[in-house]
């Protein structure tokens, strides 16, 4: 196989054996599900941070001897 410019064509199925191949399949969706589930505990962490001020603040605010939260 070689092609116009000299070099030998590779295909890309003689690089990786299938037993290579859905081994760095499998790692690379590993990786994405990691990295979503990092993102959705900090984006429910920082959620639940939010209600918890708010909560607070609302309970203090019912309380007329404590000024509103600001």
């Known amino acids: 196989n070689v092609v116009s410019h000299g070099f030998k064509k590779i295909s890309s ?18 990786s994405l599900v990691t990295i979503h589930i990092w993102i959705n505990k900090i984006i429910l962490v ?3 941070h939010m209600l918890t001020v708010l909560t607070a603040c609302l309970s203090q605010h019912d309380d007329t001897s404590q000024p509103a939260c600001q």
Not at 13 to 30: K, T
């Open 13 to 30: 199925s003689s690089l990786l054996s299938d037993g290579e191949r859905i081994s760095a399949c499998f790692d690379a969706f590993l």
């Open 46 to 48: 920082g959620y639940i």
